[in-house]
């Protein structure tokens, strides 16, 4: 999934924040597109991949659904209760790399 690279190469002042609220409170944006807009751009990691790009946080007032297609995977796909626990864990704890 693109979000879970995209969140792996998050900017130094989004490490604090979990999966679920980046998906939930930041959206990818260009730095030229709102450069006089009146928004918090924050960029992507120096040599990733994604440099040129950024996430913009989102307005208190914006409301989303997030969209997690095939992920988490359903419990019975997993015979090891603990690596469907871990992938749970995901979502709520921030992390750069698994």
């Not at 990733?48 to 914006?62: A, L, P, V």
């Not at 995977?73 to 864990?89: A, N, T, V």
Request: hydrophobic share 35%.
């Amino acid at each position: 999934m693109d979000i879970l690279n995209d969140y792996s190469i998050q900017g130094r002042k989004l490490e604090g924040m979990n999966l679920f609220d980046f998906m939930l409170n930041t959206h990818e944006g260009s730095r030229q597109k709102h450069k006089n807009d009146n928004v918090v751009f924050i960029n992507y990691l120096t040599g990733s991949y994604k440099e040129s790009k950024g996430q913009i946080i989102r307005n208190n007032n914006d409301e989303v659904i997030p969209e997690m297609f095939g992920w988490p995977p359903l419990l019975h796909r997993y015979e090891d209760e603990e690596l469907y626990e871990g992938c749970i864990l995901l979502l709520f704890n921030p992390w750069r790399d698994i």
